[in-house]
Each structure stands twice: as structure tokens, then as C-alpha cells.
């Protein structure tokens, strides 16, 4: 597998698992997966584990930092 269809394979992997975060977990339990991914990322080297778990989870953390930063945004006045 050359690297441009290992990269294509894993973002199309990311954009799949995303999506099914988005719909199915609650903003609170979304960031807790994030944080566990990001957790098990670090030891990668391991077997099962690996390093794919890194941008995936920093993707399920941002869908809710990008919700909390639109409602403080909202309460400010300032919609953008």
C-alpha cells in the first residue's frame, strides 16, 4: 500500500467513525471517547492499539469545542 492510499484509506476511516460520533454519542461521552483514543494513541506502538487513534480522537474532542464555542458565541451577541 503506497502512502497516499494509506492516507486516503484512514481519512475516509476518520470521516466514517466521525460521522457515527456525531450522531449517536452525547456531546459529554464524545469527548471522553476522544480522550481515551488520545490515551491509547500514545502507546501505539502496541498491538491493537495504534497511532490512527490520535487524530481520530482530537476529532471527536473538536466537534465538542466547536458546540461550546458556538453557544458562548450566541450568549455573547456576537454569531459568526
Known sequence: MSGKEGRA????????????????????????VGILLLLGG???FLPVVGFWMIPLG???????????MRGLR???GGVR
Open 9 to 32: 484509506g484512514l481519512r475516509a476511516r476518520i470521516d466514517q467513525v466521525s460521522r457515527w460520533a456525531r450522531s449517536r454519542l452525547p456531546p459529554g461521552a464524545r469527548s471522553l
Open 42 to 44: 500514545l502507546v501505539g
Open 58 to 68: 482530537l476529532v471527536l474532542i473538536w466537534f465538542d469545542i466547536a458546540a461550546l
Open 74 to 76: 450566541r450568549r455573547r
